[in-house]
């Protein structure tokens, strides 16, 4: 997507009061029913999880995606219990997942839109990953991370999450996959808000398949970009690069970043890379970009930064999901300027997007 046909953005301040009233809408919902019943909505959130994430799986959005069906019909084309498939739409189209129609056939909704697979929208990626049964597994054994304080995969598996997926080739390939859904969601809100077009030589460590590099490489002709990744994942990342049509200048370093960063780049990147481990680790990682990143460089931290006081962010659960898959943590604005200065750099400013994640700069102190 280049820079002209890019989704036109509302500003971050609009969108933050925009939030700032659903947060109080929701709120004021709960409290206006007896405590039970709130608690119980909240609860049975399990329910309307697991359904989007079937219907999204089986592909009945895809399946709705040339015109209304009746719910026998979808069923012939998903290859599903016609009244099983019945009981999922009445019950989804209740959250306008779908939308009813007098004559019993429903119609997509923009919701539903992010559940197919090819929609500019589509969601369909992360949604697999999280009603993948190894993610329910992970959630299932909270009470052991909160009495542990280690992760549940540890647990389950027997062996850290990113050694796993390197084993479990299916949940590797649904996990990478989910991975790149946020990368996409997030590249717009990032590339709107901040210039990347002055630095002559990007790399992206723990760069994932790319998604997020090319597309930064696309708005930027004059970079160059290095994507540095474990073997398993960087083996995915040549087709998004192609298809970019970055590949002349882009390259794919594979190693590790407890060893070593590749060397001699401006700009440094990493997105969800210091959530996913505790401070020391955390601190490795930084501290080996340290000795890579040239003396007047720039590093970028993209993370969910979570706010002071008791208002609603996405990171608060984000924060959860790091305690299960990986021992690692969100942290607020002070944690970041504390941890970047433990390895030598010093934080200059934190750039705010539409999306959660934030961009925490810093370059070395
Ligand atoms: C949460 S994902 C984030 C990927 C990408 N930055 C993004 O935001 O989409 C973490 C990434 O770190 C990579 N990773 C994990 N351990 C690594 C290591 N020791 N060296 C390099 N990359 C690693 C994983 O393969 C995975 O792609």
Same mark, same amino acid.
């Not at 500003?11 to 709120?27: D, K, L, M, T």
């Given at each position: 997507?280049?820079?002209?046909?890019?989704?036109?953005?509302?500003?971050?301040?609009?969108?933050?009061?925009?939030?700032? *009233? $659903?947060?109080?809408?929701?709120? #004021?919902?709960?409290?206006?029913?007896? @405590?039970?019943? %709130?608690? =119980? /909505?909240?609860?049975?959130?399990?329910?309307?999880?697991?359904?989007?994430?079937?219907?999204?799986?089986?592909?009945?959005?895809?399946?709705?995606?040339?015109?209304?069906?009746?719910?026998?019909?979808?069923?012939?084309?998903?290859?599903?219990?016609?009244?099983?498939?019945?009981?999922?739409?009445?019950?989804?189209?209740?959250?306008?997942?779908?939308?009813?129609?007098?004559?019993?056939?429903?119609?997509?909704?923009?919701?539903?839109?992010?559940?197919?697979?090819?929609?500019?929208?589509? *969601? $369909?990626?992360?949604?697999?990953? #999280?009603?993948?049964?190894?993610?329910? @597994?992970?959630? %299932?054994? =909270? /009470?052991?991370?909160?009495?542990?304080?280690?992760?549940?995969?540890?647990?389950l598996h027997g062996r850290p999450l990113f050694e796993h997926l390197q084993k479990d080739v299916e949940f590797g390939a649904v996990f990478n996959a989910g991975m790149t859904c946020v990368a996409e969601m997030?590249?717009?809100?990032?590339?709107?808000?901040?210039?990347?077009?002055?630095?002559?030589?990007?790399?992206?460590?723990?760069?994932?398949?790319?998604?997020?590099?090319?597309?930064?490489?696309?708005d930027s002709p004059d970079s160059r970009g290095v994507l540095f990744e474990l073997e398993s994942v960087a083996r995915d990342a040549r087709p998004v690069i192609d298809e970019a049509g970055v590949a002349d200048?882009?390259?794919?370093?594979?190693?590790?970043?407890?060893?070593?960063?590749?060397?001699?780049?401006?700009?440094?990147?990493?997105?969800?890379?210091?959530?996913?481990?505790?401070?020391?680790?955390?601190?490795?990682?930084?501290?080996?970009?340290?000795?890579?990143?040239?003396?007047?460089?720039?590093?970028?931290?993209?993370?969910?930064?979570?706010?002071?006081?008791?208002?609603?962010?996405?990171?608060?659960?984000?924060?959860?999901?790091?305690?299960?898959?990986?021992?690692?943590?969100?942290?607020?604005?002070?944690?970041?300027?504390?941890?970047?200065?433990?390895?030598?750099?010093?934080?200059?400013?934190?750039?705010?997007?539409?999306?959660?994640?934030?961009?925490?700069?810093?370059?070395?102190?």
């Amino acid at each position: 997507m280049s820079r002209s046909d890019r989704p036109k953005l509302p500003p971050v301040r609009i969108v933050r009061i925009a939030e700032a *009233v $659903r947060a109080g809408i929701a709120n #004021l919902n709960r409290r206006l029913v007896p @405590a039970p019943v %709130g608690v =119980l /909505e909240m609860a049975t959130g399990f329910a309307s999880a697991q359904a989007l994430f079937t219907a999204a799986r089986l592909g009945v959005a895809d399946a709705l995606a040339d015109g209304p069906l009746s719910p026998s019909d979808i069923a012939a084309r998903i290859g599903t219990d016609p009244d099983a498939t019945a009981r999922l739409l009445r019950y989804l189209a209740s959250f306008s997942v779908f939308g009813p129609l007098p004559d019993g056939r429903y119609e997509l909704t923009s919701m539903s839109e992010a559940l197919r697979t090819d929609s500019p929208t589509s *969601v $369909r990626p992360l949604l697999t990953m #999280l009603g993948h049964p190894s993610y329910w @597994a992970a959630w %299932g054994q =909270l /009470e052991y991370s909160m009495q542990s304080g280690a992760p549940s995969i540890d647990k389950l598996h027997g062996r850290p999450l990113f050694e796993h997926l390197q084993k479990d080739v299916e949940f590797g390939a649904v996990f990478n996959a989910g991975m790149t859904c946020v990368a996409e969601m997030n590249t717009p809100p990032i590339l709107s808000a901040y210039d990347f077009t002055k630095f002559a030589t990007i790399v992206d460590v723990g760069g994932g398949q790319g998604s997020l590099l090319a597309s930064i490489l696309r708005d930027s002709p004059d970079s160059r970009g290095v994507l540095f990744e474990l073997e398993s994942v960087a083996r995915d990342a040549r087709p998004v690069i192609d298809e970019a049509g970055v590949a002349d200048r882009c390259s794919i370093e594979v190693g590790s970043f407890f060893e070593s960063v590749p060397t001699g780049a401006d700009l440094y990147l990493l997105m969800h890379i210091v959530h996913d481990w505790n401070d020391e680790k955390a601190l490795e990682i930084l501290q080996n970009v340290r000795a890579s990143i040239e003396p007047g460089g720039t590093l970028l931290v993209i993370e969910d930064v979570i706010p002071e006081g008791n208002r609603p962010h996405a990171g608060k659960m984000l924060d959860l999901d790091m305690l299960l898959f990986v021992g690692g943590k969100e942290r607020t604005a002070a944690e970041y300027r504390d941890l970047l200065g433990r390895a030598g750099f010093r934080l200059t400013r934190i750039v705010p997007t539409v999306a959660p994640a934030c961009l925490v700069e810093a370059v070395p102190a």
